[in-house]
Structure formats: structure tokens, C-alpha cells
């Protein structure tokens, strides 16, 4: 019986079995059993204790049909070793005893072994990653399966672009001068270089050049909000500069990728309404542009695919912020979708591409019950109004706003346009992704440490600090460690 037959006959299968492998899988734990199951990320996520639950069944099922006596103890170890090899579960670190142990505990359904509790958790993708009260400690067991493929990333590169402003005797008015780009990698200065024709905006290492982006400016009410790309090599010369021309007032570069093509993807907004697409070849022609009407959204983020691109948009009218939009490599919108569930909302604060999977960093907060235009802190808000004098000390309000938020790192299938599994660390917001020079995946969380409220400052209600912690992930998956950064991020709402 293959995994999709396995997943149907369990989806069959009455509650109180799926309750009872639960116990199973929980009670074998022993002096882990205190640990929490990881709880549901949306429509789109799996249920992680129906998918411990699920997990435990189908190997109880499927080797259940196929299991018969060996005479020999290398015939029964070839086969365990089979059913390990079947079913995705992981050998790494087991005895030839061990796993010939766990096999048998799978299939009796005794689940008595500890070390079958760890096999089926590293088969399970998706778990909690622990971090103390506030500070992170490592998982000590994770989903180990090896969905990716190698592919090689261009990353580590740092950019910073001030722009410097001079005055026009003429208009007697400050006006742009420059923006000072500087490159640097691994904390060394690659190069220095000025532009003058737009002031940057953003810049980004790509495959064969740095990108950078930004806008021209502009004096008066009538002047056309132009967008500009442009191409450095690695000692910082400029390969090629364009501006975007496509008929609007303003058009605002959000994005610059690689093209499948070896060239440029420019990703903008044109007139506030307009998703745009244009490609660019190695030496700056423009290969094709496509615009889509998408009507009052923010475009965030993109970026590329290996058929296309994933945008990632914002409504603000309606509050949706974890809207995305998937593209083909001409522009043309293929599909918009968005992360809910019926318990919590989404928000998306970063993408990546990392061995042709897309990862979404962001966070989760409960459906609140009286938004009252705060749409994240509303229920902390209604707790502290119900308080004498609004009065609410630093440690209570820290406390509210760490149950309030949980980090979220989610895989989205791009063939399927779905979140497949996901990491959650409580009490913080998910910062950004990146790729690092060892090929790892970087995930930044933002671990809310102190807090403090302001009812009378317009910016802000609620003020404070967060510590980032820094987990990385492996070309398999696999968390390959935590750090603390050291820094700090700052909180408001």
C-alpha cells in the first residue's frame, strides 16, 4: 500500500482510533511527555496532532498487511530497514538493534520505546521550536525528511545607499544630488560607487551582477514619478541603467530577481492600481512588460520561481496581509490566494527562495473580537481599558503581547500555491529570510522581551523591544542550529 492509499484508508478512520495513536505517541515519551503538540497554522496547514496521529496509523496499517516472521535477525533488519526507507522515516543516529526495536514498537502498537517517539516526530514536517520565557533553546527533535534539491545561491552581501541632497540657487530649494551605494560582504567593503540619475531605494544581490532600483525625482505636482533599475558588476561599474517608461504618473519598483533567461525581472506598481512585469536581458533591453489591474493592493515582496514569480500583496481596505499572487514568467497573473484559517490571521514580513522551495516568514495572532482599527492588539487593548486608570505594568502587558504572537516559517509548494508545513516559535514575530554563504537557510525571529503602553502618542499604542534569535535550516529541512544574534528589533502597534 503506497502513501496516498494509506492517507486515504486513515481519513476513514474513526476519531477515537486517531485519539487513541495520539496517547500512543504522546505517553511513549516518558519524561518528554510535557511537551506540546504544534497547533494548527491555517486552512492550508496540517493539523500537526492529526498528523502525529496520522503518521502513527499508517505505519500501523500499512506494516500491519505486510509484516510476517523472519527466521534470521538479518532478514528481520532488512526489513525494518525497508520500512523505514518506505515510509520516509529516519535511520540517522539508530543501532542495528534500535531499529529493528522501533520497527517493532511501530508495528505492535505498543509505542513503548522512547526512541519511536523521536523517529515519528522527525517524520512529521512541522513542529513548535521551543524558546524559554524569553529567551530560544534548541529543538531537540525535528522534521528530517529530504525534500530538496542542491541548488547553488549568491548570498551574504550587504548594501547601504544614503543619498545626499544640494541646493538649486535658481528655485532656492534642496534638491537631489546623489545616493552613495556601498557593497560589502562578510562585513568587507567590495566597493563604493555613486548614482546620480535616481535616488536608490533598494538593491539586492542577484546571479551575476547587483541590482539596484529606485525612483527619479521630483519638484511639483506634474512631474512623472519615474522607476529606475540598474546593473553593477563586482567592482561596482555600472553594466546598465533603465528607466521604467510604461505610460503612468508613477510607477514604483518593489522587486529586481533573476529571470530564468539569465537575465532581469523588474516586479513594480504602476499608477497605484497596476501589477507590473518587466524583463530585461543581460545587457538591459527590455525583453517584454505586462501590467495586471489588481485594483487598491500593496504589492510587499516577490520573488522568483522556477516557472514564474510569487507576489506578495497587501489590502489594506480589507485588511488582508498575507495575500500572494502567483505569475508566469511573461507577467501574466495566474492565480491570487491568501493564508487564513478560522482562529487567526497572517502576516507575511518576508520570502525566499531557497532549493527551489519558497519559504514565508511571518506571524500569527487569534481572531481579535473589537478590532477598533487595531486589528493585531485589539483583545491586549480590551484587557488594559478594562483596567482602572489604563494602568498596566511592563511585565502584564509582555505577557498579553507573547500570547498574542507566534512566529511562523511556512513552505509554500509553488506547483501547488499552498503552505505545506511550517516552524512556530510563541511570543514572537517572524523576521527575515535569507540565504547565507554556507547555502543554509536563515530565519530571524523577534522574541518580544519588554513592552510598554502609550495611550497618548499617535504613532503607537503599544511600544517595546524584541531579541532576535537566528535559526538555521539545512538543505534537507533540518534545523541545523539557534543563535542569539545579540541585537535587538523594536515593537510598536
Not at 204 to 233: F, K, P
Not at 251 to 256: I, M, T
Amino acid at each position: 500500500m503506497n502513501k496516498e492509499n494509506a492517507s486515504k484508508t486513515i481519513s476513514l478512520i474513526d476519531e477515537k482510533y486517531i485519539n487513541e495513536a495520539t496517547e500512543f505517541a504522546i505517553n511513549a515519551g516518558g519524561s518528554k511527555k510535557k511537551q506540546c503538540l504544534p497547533e494548527q497554522s491555517g486552512r492550508h496547514a496540517l493539523r500537526k496532532r492529526w498528523a502525529v496521529a496520522a503518521a502513527c496509523l499508517a505505519v500501523v496499517i500499512i506494516a500491519g498487511s505486510t509484516m510476517f516472521a523472519f527466521a534470521t535477525e538479518a532478514a528481520e533488519y532488512r526489513t525494518a530497514v525497508a520500512f523505514f526507507d518506505q515510509y520516509g522515516l529516519s535511520a540517522e543516529g539508530l543501532s542495528r538493534a534500535e531499529i529493528k526495536a522501533v520497527y517493532r514498537d511501530i508495528t505492535t502498537k505498543s509505542f513503548k520505546n522512547g526512541k519511536t517517539v523521536e523517529v515519528i516526530r522527525q517524520a512529521v514536517p512541522g513542529w513548535e521550536i521551543q524558546q524559554a520565557e524569553p529567551t530560544a533553546e534548541e529543538i531537540a527533535a525535528v522534521w528530517d525528511r529530504s525534500i530538496f534539491n542542491s541548488r547553488y545561491y549568491l548570498e551574504g552581501y550587504a548594501y547601504a545607499f544614503p543619498s545626499y541632497g544640494k541646493h538649486d540657487d535658481q528655485r532656492d530649494i534642496e534638491v537631489f544630488d546623489k545616493s552613495v551605494v556601498k557593497c560589502s560582504k562578510d562585513d568587507t567593503l567590495l566597493w563604493t560607487a555613486e548614482v546620480r540619475d535616481f535616488y536608490v531605494t533598494g538593491a539586492v544581490r542577484l546571479a551575476n551582477c547587483s541590482a539596484l532600483w529606485g525612483q527619479s525625482e521630483t519638484y511639483s505636482a506634474s512631474d512623472i514619478h519615474y522607476g529606475w533599475v540598474a546593473c553593477m558588476d563586482d567592482a561596482g561599474k555600472l553594466l546598465w541603467e533603465e528607466r521604467l517608461d510604461h505610460g503612468f504618473r508613477y510607477e514604483l519598483v518593489v522587486a529586481v530577481l533573476d529571470s530564468a533567461d539569465g537575465g532581469v525581472a523588474v516586479v513594480s506598481r504602476g499608477d497605484w492600481n497596476y501589477l507590473c512585469l518587466s524583463r530585461y536581458d543581460a545587457s538591459g533591453r527590455e525583453l517584454g512588460f505586462q501590467k495586471t489591474e489588481m485594483g487598491d493592493l500593496y504589492i510587499r515582496n516577490a520573488v522568483s520561481l522556477r516557472d514564474g514569480y510569487l507576489v506578495h500583496l497587501i489590502n489594506n481596505r480589507n485588511h488582508v496581509s498575507a495575500l500572494l499572487c502567483r505569475m508566469d514568467l511573461e507577467g501574466n497573473v495566474l492565480g491570487t490566494y491568501s493564508l487564513e484559517s478560522d482562529d487567526s490571521d497572517y502576516y507575511i514580513t518576508g520570502m525566499a527562495e531557497y532549493n527551489k522551495q519558497v519559504f514565508l516568514s511571518g506571524y500569527a495572532v487569534p481572531k481579535q473580537s473589537d478590532e477598533g482599527g487595531r486589528h493585531e492588539i485589539a483583545n491586549v487593548l480590551d484587557h488594559i481599558m478594562k483596567k482602572d486608570n489604563w494602568e498596566i505594568s511592563s511585565e502584564e502587558l509582555t505577557a498579553l503581547l507573547r500570547d498574542n504572537y507566534t512566529a511562523v516559517l511556512l513552505l509554500c509548494d509553488p506547483d501547488r500555491s499552498v503552505p505545506r508545513t511550517f516552524y512556530s516559535v510563541k511570543g514572537s514575530l517572524g523576521g527575515k529570510l535569507k540565504v547565507n554563504d554556507s547555502y543554509k537557510l536563515e530565519w530571524d525571529v523577534e522574541s518580544i522581551t519588554s513592552s510598554r503602553f502609550s495611550p497618548a502618542t499617535s504613532a503607537y499604542s503599544i511600544r517595546g523591544n524584541c531579541k532576535v534569535f537566528r535559526y538555521t535550516f539545512d538543505s534537507r529541512g533540518k534545523l541545523a542550529g539557534q543563535t542569539d544574534t545579540g541585537n535587538t528589533a523594536t515593537y510598536s502597534r
